[in-house]
């Protein structure tokens, strides 16, 4: 069975950094794409980038292109989505999920990233 | 960079056809994809491709899709098809985009 499973919920201050992690399980994760997707509350999805684990090959949405940063891990088949300064406006729901040719197939069940002073 | 457009709300009667589109672009060269929200849920894939169902997805969700626009049809809305849909594509730079979202409201 493919699992997608998320660290837990964070809470941070503006300006501190976090480090947040996919751990796929089910599947060849070298094999296939996994991305990542933000919900801000109340608000729809957004498509934030992906990562080949297999070659670390990694692609960003303009959007938050500079402004995250996604890498992955194969040896323990764990993608990661960092912040090197958060800000008020990163509060959100953040999903990682499996890509293939042009569907996402699984996901993760969401890591809850509140940042507030 | 490339646009999904979707209707915000939709409505439709219990047991009644609803039609719910995605408008953009990259439809001419890609399949579009949906997904359903229920509240405090992760998305859930409904169909891909030409007009393919995951498993465990009803009969009741189909996809279309010409020139510009793809559609998700639910013939025979339930209760438990109100949901938040998303449609998704391929853009031509390799990268993805969401639509803006379809809250469905069945009456």
């Known amino acids: 069975e493919v699992q997608l499973v998320q660290s837990g919920a964070e809470v941070k201050k503006p300006g501190e950094s976090l480090k947040i992690s996919c751990k796929g399980s089910?599947?060849?994760?070298?094999?296939?794409?996994i991305g990542w997707v933000r919900q801000m509350p109340g608000k729809g999805l957004e498509w934030m980038g992906i990562?080949?684990?297999?070659?670390?090959?990694?692609r960003y949405s303009p959007s938050f292109q500079g402004q995250v940063t996604i890498s992955a891990d194969k040896s323990i088949s764990t993608a990661y989505l960092q912040w090197s300064s958060l800000k008020a406006s990163d509060t959100a729901m953040y999903y990682c999920?499996?890509?293939?040719?042009?569907?996402?197939?699984?996901w993760g069940q969401g890591t809850l990233v509140t940042v507030s002073s | 960079s490339s646009e999904l457009t979707q209707d915000p709300a939709v409505s439709v009667a219990l047991g009644q056809t609803v039609r719910i589109t995605c408008q953009g672009d990259?439809?001419?060269?890609?399949?579009a994809s949906w997904y359903q929200q229920k509240p405090g849920q992760a998305p859930v894939l409904v169909i891909y491709?030409?007009?393919n169902r995951p498993s465990g997805i009803p009969d009741r969700f189909s996809g279309s899709s010409s020139g510009n626009t793809a559609s998700l049809t639910i013939t025979g809305a339930q209760a438990e098809d109100e949901a938040d849909y998303y449609c998704?594509?391929?853009?031509?730079?390799?990268?993805?985009?969401f639509g803006g979202g379809t809250k469905l409201t069945v009456l």
């Open positions: 990259s439809l001419r060269s890609y399949y």
């Open positions: 990562i080949y684990p297999g070659d670390s090959d990694t």
């Open positions: 998704n594509s391929r853009d031509s730079s390799g990268n993805w985009v």
């Open positions: 089910g599947y060849s994760f070298t094999s296939y794409w």
């Open positions: 999920a499996r890509h293939r040719s042009e569907q996402i197939d699984y």
């Open positions: 491709g030409k007009n």
